[in-house]
């Protein structure tokens, strides 16, 4: 089983530019997430989704957009990177708001 | 709002010997999970350990254990028999049973080194 499935690994991005994060996972995970983890940091939550076509603000959901167009896939786009947005971001997730939750290998994105 | 603290920003263990590290949390929820993740270098968010909040009994998994004390709202990790492999770091995390997010709140973690 592949589980959560992050692209790319590593990422520099000019001011201003823009990128998608892909995430997709082949468990049949109904509940999906997207987390930030800053140097010296925990995660924290920029969106998540409940289900196919249901995405909602997590706590840090400034300069991202997300959408959810299949139970696999739940991408995460950054329309204007800022140096504010370099941080290592991890997609998760899980079978309903209980299940365990299972975390890809994060993509390290630097903006400079 | 839930908040997870852990207050050892860093720790050390000589190999073979026994660790614990610390976590408090504030919630006014009666049900809901905690969990210790582990993070190598990999960056790989890797689960140690769960425990449910209605359980009394305090979880294991081999050489990991925990103390759940659900009053005092802490939850701290006891590494027995510490081994090379386990220098990372470790985050605890809560997650509220109920409700519909079920997203996981961390702590700023402990970076465990582990002494040959």
């Known amino acids: 089983n592949a589980g959560v499935t992050q692209t790319p690994k590593f990422r520099i991005l000019k001011i201003g530019q823009s990128m998608t994060l892909q995430c997709t996972q082949d468990?049949?995970?109904?509940?999906m997430y997207w987390y930030r983890q800053d140097p010296g940091m925990g995660l924290k939550l920029i969106y998540y989704?409940?289900?196919?076509?249901?995405?909602d603000k997590g706590e840090v959901p400034n300069g991202y957009n997300v959408s959810r167009s299949t139970t696999e896939d739940f991408p995460l786009r950054l329309e204007l990177a800022a140096p504010s947005q370099t941080s290592v971001y991890f997609c998760a997730s899980s079978y309903g708001g209980g299940g365990l939750a299972f975390f890809g290998q994060g993509t390290r994105l630097t903006v400079v | 709002a839930q908040t997870v603290t852990q207050s050892q920003p860093e720790m050390s263990v000589q190999e073979a010997e026994t660790v614990t590290l610390s976590c408090t949390y504030d919630t006014s929820e009666s049900d809901y999970y905690l969990f210790w993740y582990k993070q190598p270098p990999s960056r790989q968010m890797i689960l140690v350990i769960r425990?449910?909040?209605?359980?009394?009994q305090n979880a294991t998994e081999n050489r990991f254990s925990v103390n759940f004390q659900k009053a005092a709202k802490s939850f701290s990790l006891k590494i027995s028999d510490s081994q090379l492999g386990d220098a990372a770091m470790y985050f605890c995390a809560y997650r509220f049973s109920g409700g519909s997010q079920g997203n996981l709140i961390f702590g700023k973690g402990t970076k465990l080194s582990v002494k040959p």
């Open positions: 468990m049949n995970h109904n509940y």
């Open positions: 425990q449910e909040a209605y359980k009394q």
């Open positions: 989704s409940v289900g196919a076509g249901i995405t």
